[in-house]
């Protein structure tokens, strides 16, 4: 290494993203089709790209969940859809567009009666009675946010007291033993896990202390909004009885996971929390409302596709496609979609659609795709570079791309390097699978080669 290295101005570090790259590789056990694929779990394919986040900018993350990505604690990864036994598909809804429908609008309803009571119910209307005009657009129109928010404490008229005391409350994703509580029962309860599978430890990674820095921001509508992961905690009566776990970025409400105690199954939690979540994002300006991957082949991902309008990410482009009837029915048909694919008639053994990314030129695109979409055991599925995860750079591409001032922070202190401060960096070439240089590429070509100069690679020694 070279012997000088770089100092940064006070804050310029907060302003990166820290990742470290592990690499892509195959995942045997796949929780979605293990039970309905007896037999055959254990050999179907399931690559994904993987890396370790220490810290990252809200606005960074929304950058990668727009280009397949998610988090589960610290650990990123983007899956190849190309190569899976169940594809996984990045959705988003359109909190501004959002009608909910008959259903919908009566869980939130009967919950309400619930929250307040008939007593509560009957003097309020008594004491404080609605105009004809006011009845009337109640019975008619259906305000999202307003009978969201209509059963909580803060909401209700009073004298009287309602029959429930109910709170939800936005707080930071730090753990306590009242969130642990719900967790385990609902890991227990609802997913049948055995107890020895649910610990302290497992809750803290993998829904506490995320690497996303939380700060504010003004949107473009001049309202101020959270950014970052937090816990959505509802309490009835006193009691923690759901967590809504959620990344707050610039453009959208990521919805990580969602809890609930046993003891509130009744009350349909599950889609009061994903509608609570939706009115988050159209209230405070989110706008769009990601549920999450969707997988077409898995029954339980179908009540995604009940909240509307739904937008699904193409995995090629990178470009956003309306999920109406017409899509699903392709999806429906084939294993593995890419919808601008459909449009421009290309056959699952055709060149691959044109890539996002910088230079487009890749003489092998129509033979490495044709291999991947074969199967065949020959092709080297543990390098990034020659896999053809769609949407991702080949060799051939990132082999033209400048990694030269990528950043780097190392175990000498806090300091700053450029990759081409490190001794190796120029006697390495991307395509010696295993160098660093090519963990690097990996990396770079994973999130996208304009992305480079938002991130920083973070080599220092894990706690």
Same mark, same amino acid.
């Given at each position: ?101 008959? &259903? ?123 950014? %970052? ?43 009061? %929390? ?70 421009? %008639? ?57 990694? &030269? ?59």
């Amino acid at each position: 290494m070279a012997d000088e290295d770089m100092q940064t101005p006070d804050g310029t570090a907060e302003l990166f993203s820290y990742i470290y790259p592990i690499g892509y590789s195959n995942s045997s056990d796949c929780g979605y089709c293990r039970r309905s694929r007896s037999g055959q779990s254990q050999t179907r394919k399931r690559y994904s790209y993987y890396a370790l986040a220490t810290s990252l900018t809200p606005a960074f993350y929304q950058k990668l969940v727009d280009r397949c990505w998610r988090r589960s604690g610290t650990l990123l990864y983007r899956p190849n859809q190309r190569n899976s036994c169940c594809p996984h598909y990045t959705l988003r809804l359109d909190s501004a567009a959002f009608k909910p429908t008959k &259903d919908q609008r009566q869980a939130v309803n009967r919950f309400n009666r619930y929250i307040t009571g008939e007593a509560y119910a009957k003097e309020v209307a008594r004491l404080y009675p609605r105009s004809r005009e006011e009845a009337r657009r109640r019975d008619n129109e259906f305000d999202l946010v307003s009978r969201i928010h209509e059963p909580e404490m803060g909401s209700l008229r009073g004298p009287p007291e309602p029959a429930h005391k109910f709170t939800v409350t936005l707080e930071p994703d730090t753990f306590t033993e009242e969130k642990y509580d719900v967790f385990e029962n609902y890991q227990r309860i609802v997913h049948q896990e055995p107890a020895d599978k649910i610990t302290r430890h497992g809750f803290k990674r993998f829904l506490c202390n995320s690497p996303l820095a939380r700060e504010t921001m003004v949107g473009l509508d001049g309202k101020e909004r959270q950014l %970052g992961s937090y816990h959505q905690c509802y309490r009835l009566d006193g009691k923690l009885v759901a967590i809504g776990v959620l990344d707050l970025l610039p453009d959208c409400v990521s919805a990580v996971y969602f809890l609930y105690h046993e003891s509130i199954h009744a009350h349909n939690p599950g889609k009061l %929390g994903a509608l609570r979540e939706i009115s988050l994002a159209l209230e405070c300006g989110y706008r769009w409302w990601y549920s999450g991957y969707y997988i077409h082949s898995c029954p339980k991902m179908r009540y995604k596709i009940d909240y509307s309008p739904q937008y699904v990410l193409d995995p090629e482009t990178l470009e956003w496609d309306h999920l109406d009837k017409e899509a699903l029915a392709i999806f429906d048909k084939k294993h593995y979609v890419s919808l601008s694919r459909e449009r421009a %008639g290309l056959g699952d053994g055709d060149r691959k659609a044109k890539s996002t990314h910088e230079p487009m030129k890749d003489a092998d695109s129509e033979a490495n795709e044709t291999t991947a979409n074969n199967g065949s055991e020959d092709e080297d599925e543990s390098f990034l570079l020659t896999s053809n995860v769609p949407g991702v750079p080949s060799l051939e591409e990132m082999e033209a791309v400048d990694m &030269d001032t990528l950043l780097l922070r190392l175990d000498q202190g806090d300091n700053f390097y450029l990759a081409s401060d490190l001794v190796v960096w120029e006697k390495q070439k991307i395509s010696e699978f295993g160098t660093l240089k090519s963990r690097i590429a990996e990396l770079v070509a994973a999130i996208g080669p304009d992305l480079m100069g938002e991130v920083c690679i973070d080599c220092r020694r894990r706690k």
